[in-house]
C-alpha cells in the first residue's frame, strides 16, 4: 500500500511507516503544489498532511483509492469533515501528542512579556546597563485566563499554578465536574467578558469556527487590564489582527503574542510586523522536537491500524 505526505513529517514517523511495509512518497512543499496533488491522490491508499494542505471535496474525490487521512496535529480546519464523512473516509488527529509543548510556548510567553531578557541583552550589547528600565514582574498571583478548557488548557493550567498563578477558565462545554475544574483548581468564569476583565494575561485555545472566528475583537479588548496581553496558541482568525493592533497602539491593552496568523507567513508590510509590543512567532508553539516525533509515530501508527482495518482511538470522523 501506499502512503503520500504533503507536508513536514518529523523522520521518525516516515522511518515507521516504511517499517510497517508501506511505499511513502514524501514531498514537504506538495500542499502549495495543488494541481500535482490532484494528479497524485488517486494513486494512494492514505493522505497525512499538515495544517496547508486544503482537503476539500475537490482533493477527496480525487483520492479514489483514499482510506484514511491522517492530521499531523490537532486543527482540523483545513480538513472538510463533512465532506470527508459523507465519502466514508475516516480521518485522524495527533491527539494531545503536542498539548505539554503548546502549554510550554504559553509560559513561555508570560515569562517573556514579565521579564523581557531578550530585550535586555540586546540592550546591555548596546552599551546601556538600564536597570530600572528591565525591572519586570512576578507571574505569582497573576491571574491567566484559558479561553477553551481542553488538554492543552489543563496542561498549561498545571504549570501556571505552580508559578503560584491564579487560573479561570471559559468553556460553555465544560462541566463543573469535568477534570480541568475538578482536580486542576481552574476558576470558571461564567462569561468570556468575566474572564477578560479579570486576567492579565488571556491564552486562546478553541478551534477557529464560525462562531469563534474574530471573537477577539474590539469590544473584547476594550473589557481587559491595560497591562493584559493576549496569547495565540490556536488558530489565526480568532483574534481580529486589526482590532489587535488598534488596541495596542491606544494602550487599551499591553500587547500580545501570536504564533498563529490569519495569513501565514505573516505580509512584510503587515501592521502586525510594525508593533513592538506584538510578538510574532512562526506557528512553532506545537514545534518542538519531543512533540513532532510523538505525532508523526502517533499518526503513523494510528493511520497503520486504519489501514489494515481497525478503528482508530484518534479519529475525529
Not at 496542561?155 to 480541568?180: C, E
Amino acid at each position: 500500500m501506499k502512503i503520500l505526505v504533503t507536508e513536514l513529517m518529523w523522520e521518525d514517523g516516515l522511518a515507521e511507516l516504511r517499517r510497517l511495509g508501506y511505499a511513502v512518497d514524501y514531498d514537504m512543499e506538495l500542499s502549495r503544489k495543488r494541481e500535482e496533488l490532484l494528479e497524485l491522490v488517486p494513486n494512494y491508499d492514505a493522505l497525512i498532511v499538515r495544517n496547508e494542505t486544503r482537503v476539500d471535496s475537490e482533493l477527496l474525490d480525487a483520492a479514489t483509492n483514499a482510506r484514511v487521512i491522517g492530521r499531523l496535529g490537532v486543527g482540523l480546519d483545513n480538513i472538510d469533515l463533512k465532506a470527508a464523512k459523507e465519502r466514508h473516509i475516516p480521518v485522524i488527529s495527533a491527539k494531545n501528542a503536542n498539548a505539554t509543548s503548546v502549554a510550554e510556548y504559553v509560559m513561555a510567553a508570560m515569562l517573556d512579556a514579565s521579564r523581557p531578557l531578550s530585550d535586555a541583552d540586546a540592550d546591555v550589547r548596546r552599551g546601556s546597563w538600564d536597570r530600572k528600565f528591565f525591572t519586570g514582574y512576578e507571574l505569582n498571583q497573576r491571574t491567566l485566563g484559558l479561553v477553551g478548557m481542553g488538554e492543552i488548557s489543563n496542561r498549561t493550567a498545571r504549570r501556571a499554578k505552580a508559578f503560584g498563578m491564579d487560573v479561570i477558565g471559559y468553556d460553555p462545554f465544560v462541566a463543573p465536574f469535568d477534570h480541568i475544574l475538578a482536580e486542576t483548581g481552574v476558576r470558571a468564569a461564567n462569561t468570556l467578558d468575566e474572564l477578560l476583565g479579570e486576567s492579565d494575561f488571556i491564552s486562546i485555545h478553541v478551534p477557529l469556527t464560525n462562531d469563534t472566528k474574530h471573537m477577539m475583537n474590539k469590544d473584547k479588548f476594550s473589557l481587559m487590564k491595560p497591562h493584559a496581553y493576549v496569547i495565540n496558541s490556536a488558530r489565526g482568525g480568532i483574534v481580529h489582527e486589526r482590532d489587535l493592533v488598534d488596541a495596542v497602539e491606544s494602550g487599551d491593552i499591553a500587547g500580545a503574542y501570536l504564533d498563529v496568523l490569519e495569513k501565514e507567513p505573516v505580509e512584510a508590510d503587515s501592521p502586525l510586523a510594525q508593533v513592538e509590543s506584538i510578538r510574532l512567532s512562526p506557528h512553532i508553539a506545537g514545534l518542538t522536537d519531543e512533540a513532532q516525533s510523538r505525532t508523526a509515530m502517533l499518526v503513523a501508527q494510528e493511520v497503520d491500524r486504519v489501514l489494515h482495518g481497525g478503528r482508530s482511538i484518534c479519529a475525529v470522523v
